[in-house]
């Protein structure tokens, strides 16, 4: 049995330094714990995050990060778990992040995407 880290974050954290972070394979307590956890990076450039489609409790999931200048995201929906099928439960990714440079999105599930406060000269 594989370990997993479970991302509750309730109160307010300060991460005022941190500039790389990776999230791989992390279940999120809730949506508001993501938000909470990315709003406390001030000057983070740069965020590399790996789902698991069907281990997840988060549908909305939200990179709301002024500074952020580099996004990978992936999102792998396997096909099949245990013999069964797995079902697409849907969801979506959105992004507003105005000093967005680069990112990169590989997402095999039916998630919708969408872009808000584009930087310039997109």
Not at 27 to 33: A, L, M, W
Not at 59 to 75: I, R
Request: glycine share 4%; aromatic share 6%; net charge negative.
């Amino acid at each position: 049995m594989e370990a997993q880290v479970l991302l509750d974050v309730s109160s307010p954290v300060c991460l005022p330094s941190l500039k790389r972070l990776h999230l791989v394979f992390v279940v999120y307590k809730d949506e508001d714990s993501v938000v909470r956890l990315l709003s406390s990076c001030p000057i983070l450039e740069e965020l590399y995050v790996v789902r698991r489609h069907n281990q997840d409790n988060v549908t909305k999931f939200s990179v709301k990060v002024p500074s952020l200048e580099t996004l990978t995201y992936c999102n792998v929906k396997p096909k099949v778990v245990g013999g069964e099928d797995v079902e697409d439960i849907g969801g979506s990714l959105v992004i507003d992040s105005e000093n967005l440079k680069e990112f990169a999105i590989a997402d095999t599930s039916t998630n919708s995407c969408s872009i808000e406060n584009k930087p310039s000269p997109w």
